[in-house]
């Protein structure tokens, strides 16, 4: 079962014939990638909002005028649409694209903190169990399974409700779950490591563990961690927006796309452009980080390619 | 139980999914399929306390006597006749020409037991503040009993007409004992005498509700006259939505003002506005129990309501029915004035307000809702502009009640809907006569209240209850906010009459 | 392959009594259980009578042995709120779950391993690019955002399908498909990688240089082998798909487990919380150990290792 999660397909690019030097041969394999390259322009204009959200807004994120609620967005055939709210405004009368911009920040925290914190679990555990092997290996093998034998939505609704919901407790809560990926993956991954000659070299010579393990380990396996990173990343975010639609995610007003895609949810069958914006938004992200992590394993792991 | 009937009960589940019959398309049937987001667990009035088991205890029960809503006027139903005996004591004469569901005759039996049984405290009724008013029941006769009251009660034929529903003598009898050794009386199988009988139900799932084709001639309910009621449990109001507009459902309600409005363009669908006894508050931790002692101060209250544009929610959020309120009661309830201080919108006079408090930069608290809550978030935006950041604690309506009873709420963003008894006993005195309820348990307001509740005389009642209301106004323990309105959707088909209780009388409907 | 079942199995025992652990202590991340058990407007000495008939004044670990061994013989305890018992009222909603759950591995099933096969017999060519795009789509999509949009589309713009009930066939289509997509694309992924790994290899090549028909080689040769990580991959799934029914219920308003734990999680049905996790978790523990056992049983080297 542990080969589940580790099936991400890797994308075929023509080999080369010339081989240029290693620089210009990276260079090519990331410009000439166009899953990458959309990627990162995505991602970047993503990041660019939720950074500069409060000089680029037009209003404030918060601000209600419950009057002027529900203008639609500028290429509705409307008259009440107007370019003092390019996107509409939203049920209580709030800027749309500011909340957008807002909502970027939200949504990227809560993607970026929860891989953090599964990261730092699941690799520890991953690399420990593949450096060590023998009865550490099945703790950790152990404690995957207990793991993933838990239903994640369930558990993360059933401990956000009894404890109760917060931005924090969200991504405590998300970050504490969905480590197992990173387990299973950087197990594997360090278990071709360890027998390779740098490492048996550098036992050999008599380099403490944590120096073999930061040293030889991490960097060669760095690549698969970066590509599970992404996809944890994205899986988070859809993991919040799913605790958002049944209420328990982050607490309004504070606009993740998440929530506003749950406030927006009632109007599905009338004023689709609601809930159309940031579920676009939140689509583009997601996108954006799959296609990169795809990216990445296919620039810097060459040697995967079919 | 053991694993071969576990076995058992899966099989018959897996035969369920696949051969139940779902009902379709309303009038083709004659069933009336109607829904709301809740799951009901009891059918009995008196051990579920859910908006849907007020409805459904008006169809499957009768009370002593039935209250116009027109008029006011309350009419014989089980009851032929009463009269006052005294201030404490009502002799009923009682209709000897009606049956109980299961065929059994109903007498003066069957309405001893039940006051008997409810007004019992140990067995456990939900909101025991409808009947704790009762004494006892005698029978005098078997058509005849003389209900007699612990004290005054002025509002008692309300809560008889609304919260009242005569059960068949020795029904909880056959009550489970759960495992703490209590009777368990909510799993009893319901049995009344009203316009409809429960056909079948699934606890969590339906509810199948049929015509009493032995209904009793001449109730002022009226005669029955659509084949079938379903009751089904559908949370998503999306899909609540769409299975209104393709045929599957014929009634909803609490529909939010954006969408009835959409709604309101399609021919298929009738959209009403309609008034309820549920009115919007929030309440104010006026005694600091909460670990913020910012709302033990007068003039931080003082800016709050000044703060929050109560009319821009009413009319932007809520629907046309909805009106502002001032007092701690609903106008339409006996006794409710709103001829008390009164608090405009005003941000300036908050800020300064709240200056004047030492609080010139605003504060932060937690705020506290459980319904709708896009009125807790314009309220949140309200408080905004002042300075004031408040962080929203969601949460579902039993847990939130237990904090605030435990005092930990700073300020809670509540409702009330009085069970909709018309009048104000059932809101203000059970807010402020030092209840678990209670935000501020002043002595001086649960005096007037004390005077109000107990007295017979109406301008007695009126004038203690406008002096309870002042000092709740001008103290700022609650801040009224509105009335609610509920917007009710439903097939061109009914010919339906939403009326201004929240109270669906379902049993009037019928096909056009 | 004795040996390997026993070892299996003594892990999934290990691993089932530390999921019931966690299950178990569930109930104590609320506070107080006895408050929240005693429930609506229940007195001190209401409380007090529910520690003390529920036991939750003495020592943990008896309690916990206690739940466990009533888990055990099938008594998992009381709903308040449904007045009903906890195990009768989960088996009776089980079916309508596994029947969805069935539903929607039969149709990731069916749209990705031909899509992956494909695209694994010609890779990036254009089947391959609508393939990878269907994954990528599917991993970036909120589901209740699609669920909502098959009921606009099928039911009130084509009137084609019912949107709730469970009454027939037709009614689990639309819920199959939104809970189905979503373990699309790891399925295509891994059909692809492994039709790839397995058509580079020897015995393939052998194969075809005997001479055999490509559809022979492609489908008794290849696909079989294949084809078995994605039988463990499928098992696994399906137990993730019980579990994230949980959205797709509450829009279909379909009874099964997963709006049953979500109706429960609202009015902090403990019991009843504690229970749906339990056995969701054991019947995924149960699976991948099935799973387990048919791969070793269709390929040797795993019982050997």
């Not at chain 1, 008599?206 to 899986?235: D, Q, Y």
């Not at chain 2, 009269?83 to 004469?93: H, L, R, S, Y």
Request: a neutral charge; charged letters at 20%; aromatic letters at 10%.
């Amino acid at each position: 079962m542990s080969d589940a999660v580790s099936t991400e397909r890797p994308i075929v690019v023509t080999a080369q014939i010339l081989e240029p030097s290693p620089g210009a041969l990276m260079r090519r394999r990331i410009f000439g990638h166009t899953g990458f390259m959309i990627g990162i322009v995505v991602l970047a204009t993503i990041f660019f909002m939720a950074i500069f959200a409060p000089l680029i807004s037009p209003g404030d994120p918060y601000d209600q005028v419950l009057s002027r609620k529900l203008i639609p967005p500028i290429w509705h055939d409307s008259a009440k649409a107007t370019w003092e709210h390019p996107l509409g405004t939203d049920l209580l009368g709030r800027d749309y694209l500011t909340r957008l911009f807002y909502g970027a920040r939200i949504s990227l925290l809560i993607g970026f903190a929860a891989m953090l914190i599964s990261g730092v679990i699941g690799t520890t555990l991953g690399v420990i169990a593949g450096y060590f092997g023998g009865r550490v290996d099945m703790v950790v093998n152990f404690i995957i399974t207990t793991r993933l034998s838990m239903p994640v939505v369930l558990v993360a609704l059933a401990v956000v409700s009894l404890v109760g919901s917060s931005l924090a407790m969200v991504i405590w809560v998300l970050g504490l779950l969905i480590w197992d990926r990173f387990a299973v993956v950087m197990r594997s991954a360090t278990m071709q490591v360890r027998n390779l000659d740098f490492v048996t070299s550098a036992q050999a010579v008599g380099c403490s563990t944590p120096r073999i393990l930061f040293a030889e380990i991490m960097p060669n396996i760095a690549n698969s961690l970066i590509v599970i990173a992404t996809i944890e990343m994205a899986h988070a975010i859809l993991l919040e927006a799913a605790l958002s639609f049944l209420g328990l995610g982050v607490q309004p007003p504070e606009p993740s796309w998440g929530l506003m895609i749950a406030e927006a949810k009632g109007m599905m069958f009338f004023d689709a452009w609601l809930i159309a914006i940031p579920g676009a938004a939140l689509f583009a992200l997601v996108l954006a980080i799959n296609l990169l992590g795809d990216g990445i394993r296919d620039v810097t792991a060459p040697e995967n390619r079919n | 139980m053991n694993f071969s009937k576990l076995m058992m009960t899966a099989a018959v589940g897996v035969m369920m999914a696949f051969g139940a019959n779902d009902a379709m398309a309303g009038k083709a049937d004659d069933t009336l399929n109607w829904s709301t987001t809740r799951e009901i667990a009891v059918i009995d009035p008196y051990y579920n306390n859910t908006r849907e088991l007020v409805v459904m205890g008006h169809m499957g029960w009768d009370g002593l006597v039935f209250r116009d809503i027109d008029t006011g006027e309350f009419k014989p139903l089980l009851a032929s006749s009463w009269e006052w005996k005294g201030d404490t004591a009502i002799e009923v004469n009682l209709r000897n020409d009606v049956k109980f569901h299961d065929g059994s005759e109903f007498d003066a039996d069957d309405v001893v037991y039940t006051l008997n049984h409810v007004s019992n405290k140990d067995n456990g009724v939900l909101t025991y503040r409808n009947v704790s008013w009762i004494k006892n029941a005698e029978k005098l006769g078997s058509h005849k009993v003389q209900i007699n009251l612990k004290k005054p009660f002025p509002p008692a034929f309300a809560y008889l007409a609304n919260a009242v529903f005569i059960m068949p003598s020795g029904h909880y009898d056959s009550a489970p004992t759960k495992a703490d050794g209590k009777k368990d009386f909510a799993a009893v199988a319901p049995v009344g005498t009203g316009p409809y009988k429960v056909a079948d139900s699934k606890a969590g799932e339906y509810v199948l509700m049929e015509k009493n084709d032995a209904y009793m001639s001449g109730s002022p309910k009226g005669a029955p006259q659509i084949g079938k009621m379903r009751f089904r449990t559908i949370a998503e109001s999306n899909t609540q939505l769409a299975e209104l507009l393709t045929g599957g459902l014929d009634w909803i309600w609490d529909v939010p003002k954006d969408q009835a409005e959409r709604l309101a363009e399609n021919p298929a669908v009738t959209i009403e506005n309609a008034k309820t006894f549920r009115i919007s508050y929030m309440a104010f931790d006026v005694d600091g129990d909460s670990g913020t002692d910012v709302f033990t101060k007068k003039k931080v209250r003082q800016a709050v309501a000044h703060a929050i544009d109560r009319k821009a929610i009413a009319v932007n959020l809520v629907g046309p029915a909805s009106e502002v309120i001032h007092s701690a009661c609903h106008p339409d309830q006996f006794g409710c004035t709103q001829d008390v201080t009164k608090y405009d919108h005003d941000p300036a006079k908050a800020k300064a307000l709240l200056a004047e408090a030492g609080y010139p930069n605003g504060f932060e608290f937690d705020i506290y809702g459980y319904r709708q809550r896009e009125f807790t978030e314009a309220v949140i935006g309200d408080l905004a502009k002042v300075g004031i950041k408040a962080k929203l604690n969601w949460l579902q309506y039993r847990a939130l009640r237990d904090i605030v009873r435990k005092g930990e709420t700073p300020i809670n963003h509540m409702t009330w809907g009085s069970y909709s008894i018309p009048d104000v006993s059932a809101i203000v005195s059970h807010f402020f006569t030092h209840g678990p309820d209670d935000p501020a348990k002043d002595a001086e307001t649960k005096g007037y209240l004390d005077i109000a509740d107990s007295s017979i005389d109406e301008a007695v009642r009126k004038e203690n209850y406008k002096k309870a209301f002042e000092r709740i106004a001008s103290e700022v323990y609650w801040l009224p906010m509105f009335t609610y309105a509920k917007y009710y959707a439903y097939s061109k088909d009914l010919d339906f009459k939403a009326t201004p209780d929240e109270i669906p009388r379902f049993y009037t409907a019928k096909w056009k | 392959m004795l040996i390997y079942a026993v070892k299996r199995f003594g892990i999934a025992i290990l691993v089932a009594l530390t999921v019931s652990v966690l299950s178990f202590s569930m109930i104590y991340l609320s506070g107080d259980p006895a408050i929240a058990l005693a429930g609506e407007g229940a007195s001190q000495e209401d409380i007090e009578n529910v520690r003390r008939v529920y036991g939750f004044d003495r020592p943990i670990i008896f309690q916990y042995v206690d739940w466990l061994l009533n888990a055990l013989s099938g008594n998992l305890g009381h709903s308040n709120y449904l007045k009903s018992d906890v195990a009768s009222v989960i088996f009776e909603r089980l079916p309508t779950t596994m029947i969805l759950g069935a539903c929607a591995l039969g149709f990731a099933l069916i749209l990705s391993i031909p899509l992956g096969v494909l695209a694994a017999i010609r890779p990036n060519s254009l089947i391959d690019r609508i393939a990878l795009t269907i994954a990528v789509i599917g991993q970036a999509m909120p589901s209740f955002w699609f669920a909502l949009t098959l009921i606009l589309w099928f039911s009130i713009t084509w009137r084609l399908l019912p949107i709730t009930g469970t009454g027939s066939w037709l009614n689990f289509i639309m819920p199959s498909i939104a809970l189905g997509y979503y373990v699309t694309p790891a399925v295509m992924r891994l059909t692809r990688a492994g039709m790839m790994e397995v058509l580079s290899s020897d015995y393939i090549r052998t194969a075809r240089a005997k001479g055999l028909r490509p559809a022979t080689v492609l489908f008794k040769h290849a696909l079989r082998n294949a084809i078995i990580p994605v039988v463990s991959l499928a098992a696994v799934q399906f137990g993730f798909m019980l579990g994230g029914s949980i959205v797709i219920e509450t829009i279909f308003a379909i009874n099964g487990l997963g709006f049953l734990a979500w109706e429960s999680i609202q009015r902090a049905d403990l019991p009843m919380m504690q229970a749906i996790v339990l056995v969701l978790s054991v019947f995924y523990i149960v699976l991948t150990f099935l799973a387990d056992m048919l791969n070793a049983f269709l390929d040797p080297r795993i019982r050997v290792s």
